[in-house]
């Protein structure tokens, strides 16, 4: 029985040193689906998060505005509630 992964986040902060992490969350591709709407997100600091899972989602890095920046990755039959 395979579980279901909601609510994963994974957050960077690389306060001294420019960092750049391939993906914050590594499975194995067959499990990619079990996910749902796993997220990483930019606190401060420097460094990148080039995605959220494996090689899906988008990069997370500072965008100039001080602030906290997101990246999520949706399956196509998954929705986001605003």
Same mark, same amino acid.
């Given at each position: ?6 609510? @994963? ?7 001294? %040193?420019? /960092?750049?992490?391939?993906? $914050? ?15 990483? @997100? ?7 998060? %080039?995605? /959220?899972?494996?090689?899906? $989602? ?25």
């Amino acid at each position: 029985n395979m579980g279901t992964g909601k609510g @994963v986040a994974v957050y960077h902060y690389f306060r001294d %040193n420019t /960092v750049a992490v391939d993906t $914050g969350i590594r499975v194995p591709e067959a499990l990619v689906a079990s996910f749902v709407n796993p997220i990483s @997100v930019f606190l401060n600091g420097h460094g990148t998060m %080039n995605h /959220v899972i494996n090689e899906h $989602g988008g990069a997370t890095a500072s965008d100039g505005s001080g602030g906290a920046v997101l990246a999520r990755f949706c399956t196509s039959t998954d929705s986001w509630i605003v």
